[in-house]
Nanobody, 123 residues
Framework: VQLQASGGGSVQAGASLRLSCVSS????????IGWFRQAPGKEREFVAA????????YYADSVKGRFTISRDNDKNTVYLQMDHLKPEDTAVYYC?????????????????WGQGTLVTVSS
């Protein structure tokens, strides 16, 4: 499984971005897909995840109500729509895939990682 993340950029506070994560080698519908982020000097943290088949979604409290995770199985792609961005959302964002059934927030349970895409939000 290879994951390719894209869509990052530099925006002002209040703007929106949509990140994409394309999977090759395995269907996204058979994987738990998570988004994580890592700001400079901080540990990687959970942002959002979607269960296999996309029936359930999970969010960190810090992004709940502003970010939405979704998937397009036909395109084998998972998206992270980020609205009302804040400067504290600035980080490198990673998509990751897990082959286990249950959704986990700990990055250690994820088997495959994309390369990361930088999101910078200025005030």
């Amino acid at each position: 499984v290879q994951l390719q993340a894209s869509g990052g950029g530099s925006v002002q506070a209040g703007a929106s971005l949509r990140l994409s994560c394309v999977s090759s080698g395995r269907s996204v519908s058979s994987l738990v897909i998570g988004w994580f982020r890592q700001a400079p000097g901080k540990e990687r943290e959970f942002v959002a995840a979607a269960s296999r088949l996309g029936g359930a979604t999970y969010y960190a409290d810090s992004v709940k109500g502003r970010f939405t995770i979704s998937r397009d199985n036909d395109k084998n792609t998972v998206y992270l729509q980020m609205d009302h961005l804040k400067p504290e959302d600035t980080a490198v964002y990673y998509c990751a895939a897990s082959v286990i059934v249950s959704v986990q927030r700990d990055p250690k349970y994820y088997d495959y990682w994309g390369q990361g895409t930088l999101v910078t939000v200025s005030s």
